[in-house]
């Protein structure tokens, strides 16, 4: 792939960086706070740090938070013009590499069969291009067979990038690096 997701040379306004992180703290702290019924006192006897509700507030209010801080990342970046390219791989760097690999390593499964397995999952993710290009060619046996075709090139070539990108990812424990190799495709 020749496009690269943010220019080298891409800058944020330094007080646009230190806003978005004031305004990440106060979304934080204040979806902690935001519903009175959970608050620990204000007239909520027998509520503590350890109480089922809290908790369960608490774990609703950081996820929130963490997708408004997500997505305000994605918009100071965007609104500075700073993609290049929209589509984002990053975001599946994130998902089969980061969260997946995560999950397996803790589940003590084997690096071998993490390094080997998971790039197939990644691959399976891309057979839905195969219904797509079936509509697109005309839903004819010949766009099913171009469908088919096309798919089984890209599950086999994400299959061993994803290989590569597992063990590198595996090794070093950097998802960046792993973006980088993506991009210098």
């Known amino acids: 792939m020749s ?3 943010i220019p080298k040379d891409f800058q944020i306004p330094p007080l646009i960086a230190v806003l978005s992180c004031i305004w990440f ?12 019924k959970h608050r620990i006192g204000d007239g909520n006897p ?15 209010a950081t996820t929130i938070s963490c997708i408004i ?9 965007y609104y500075n013009n700073g993609f290049v390219n929209h589509e984002s791989p990053a975001t599946e ?29 990644f691959a399976i993710a891309h057979i ?3 219904w797509e290009n079936y509509v697109l060619y005309g ?18 070539y994400t299959t061993l990038f994803g290989w590569y990108a597992t063990f590198i990812f595996m090794r070093t424990g950097n998802i960046t690096i792993n973006h980088i190799i993506y991009m210098s495709q």
């Open 128 to 130: 839905h291009h195969a």
């Open 25 to 36: 703290t106060l979304v934080y702290v204040g979806l902690l706070y935001l519903s009175k």
């Open 139 to 156: 839903r004819s046996i010949e766009a099913a067979k171009r469908a088919i075709f096309s798919s089984a090139f890209q599950f086999s």
């Open 69 to 77: 801080s997500c997505s305000s990342v994605w918009a100071v970046i």
């Open 93 to 121: 760097e994130l998902v089969f590499r980061s969260c997946m690999i995560s999950l397996l390593h803790y589940a003590r499964i084997s690096y071998v069969k993490i390094i080997f397995l998971t790039p197939l999952v």
């Open 46 to 60: 027998g509520l503590t740090n350890s109480h089922p509700q809290v908790i369960i507030h608490r774990i609703k």
């Open 3 to 5: 496009s690269i997701l």
